[in-house]
C-alpha cells in the first residue's frame, strides 16, 4: 500500500515528535481519516524524504513521530523553465500541476496580451498563492522532495529577458508557434536547461513573438495541429524530458 507523502514547511530532524500545522493535520485526520500507527512520509523541499508515523491527535492537531531520512532526489537532471501565459480557471491549476509532474523546477505565468485572464495585484497574489498549494499536491503526489519556484506574475519582456537559457552550449529557449518551420524535437541535441515559452489561450502577438526572438528564443511548433493551451505545454516538456531527460 503506498505510504501517505506529506509536505511541512517545517525543519524535520530524525526522533522529532511534531505537531503538524492545520492543513495537513485536517488532510490526514478528516480527510483520510488515518488512525494512530500509520505510516507516513514528510518532505519539507529542502533535501530528500522523512520516514515518520502518525501518534497522537486531538483538537490541536496530529502529532507525528519523525524515525529516519532517505536522501532520495526525484528532479530531473535537465533544468526546466516554463513561462507560461496564464489561462482561465481550472486550466491553469492543471497546467501548474502537469508542469510539476513532469519536474519544471521554475514556473513563471505572464499575462501577454491576448490574456483573457486579466488579474487585480490583490488577486493575482491570491491566486499565485493558489498555484504554489496545487503545485505542493502535485509533489505529495508524484514522489518529488522538492517545490518548483512558482514565481509572481511579471512583466513579459523581463521575464523573457531574465529566462535561463541564453542560448550558450546546452541551452535553449523556445516558444511555441503552429506555423515555425522547426520542430521542438530537432532542437533538443545535448541540452542540458531549456526555457519554454507558451502563450495564453489567444497565443502571443507578434510584439510579444520580436521580443522573444530578441530575447533568445527560438520558434518552433509541435506537430500538424494547433494544441489548447493547456495541452501545448505538457506535450511540450514531455518531449523535453523524453529527449534530454529523466523520461525513458
Known amino acids: 500500500m503506498r505510504t501517505t ?18 492543513a495537513p493535520s485536517a488532510h490526514l485526520l478528516r480527510v483520510l481519516r488515518l488512525r494512530p500507527g ?22 490541536t492537531g496530529a502529532r507525528v513521530s519523525v524515525d529516519a531520512h532517505a536522501a532520495v532526489e526525484r528532479e530531473s537532471a535537465l533544468q526546466l523553465t516554463l513561462l507560461q501565459g496564464v489561462a482561465r480557471g481550472a486550466r491553469m491549476d492543471f497546467i501548474v500541476q502537469k508542469a510539476t509532474e513532469l519536474g519544471v523546477q521554475r514556473i513563471v505565468p505572464l499575462v501577454c496580451e491576448f490574456s483573457v485572464v486579466r488579474l487585480a495585484a490583490t488577486e493575482l497574489q491570491r491566486r499565485t498563492s493558489h498555484w504554489r498549494a496545487v503545485a505542493i499536491a502535485a509533489c505529495e503526489q508524484c514522489g518529488r522532495n522538492r ?14 529577458s531574465g529566462a535561463g537559457g541564453a542560448g550558450g552550449a546546452g541551452e535553449l529557449r523556445v516558444m511555441l508557434l503552429p506555423q515555425a518551420p522547426d520542430t521542438l524535437a530537432a532542437l533538443t541535441a545535448g541540452l542540458r536547461s531549456a526555457t519554454l515559452l507558451i502563450g495564453p489561450e489567444g497565443g502571443l502577438s ?9 530575447s533568445g528564443f527560438r520558434a518552433c511548433r509541435l506537430g500538424p495541429r494547433i494544441l489548447r493551451a493547456e495541452t501545448a505545454p505538457l506535450a511540450a516538456l514531455a518531449i523535453l524530458q523524453a529527449m534530454a531527460g529523466d523520461l525513458a
Open 5 to 22: 507523502r506529506i509536505y511541512v514547511d517545517l525543519e524535520l530532524s530524525v526522533g522529532q515528535q511534531l505537531l503538524l500545522p492545520t
Open 38 to 59: 500509520a505510516a507516513l512520509t514528510l518532505f519539507n523541499g529542502r533535501g530528500g524524504e522523512y520516514a515518520a508515523s502518525l501518534g497522537s491527535a486531538d483538537k
Open 147 to 160: 517545490l518548483p519556484r512558482l514565481e509572481p506574475s511579471g512583466d513579459f519582456a523581463a521575464a523573457c
Open 206 to 214: 507578434n510584439p510579444e513573438q520580436l521580443l522573444a526572438q530578441r
